[in-house]
């Protein structure tokens, strides 16, 4: 006995797509605040600061935008209005 399983990987990737949007919303809000408290920190008006590369508030800023955009490129990937897009 043969067991073929078809798989529609339209709808997959569509909803894998959709799913990994969902999972970057967060990362690009915990990615804001940060940035915020960052910049706070630098005025003088946070808590505590630490020195190197990820306590600088303009790495958060970008991490948080760079998220964002790859969020909504996904979510229009899997909402099925990117068909266009490779």
Do not use: N, Y
């Amino acid at each position: 006995m043969r067991v073929r399983v078809r798989i529609r990987w339209k709808r997959s990737r569509a909803r894998l797509a959709r799913r990994l949007s969902r999972c970057l919303e967060p990362l690009t809000a915990v990615a804001l605040l940060t940035a915020f408290w960052r910049l706070l920190a630098d005025l003088r008006r946070g808590g505590p600061s630490g020195e190197g590369m990820w306590s600088r508030w303009q790495v958060w800023f970008g991490v948080a935008v760079v998220s964002l955009l790859a969020a909504w490129r996904l979510k229009r990937h899997g909402s099925g209005d990117g068909e266009a897009m490779p």
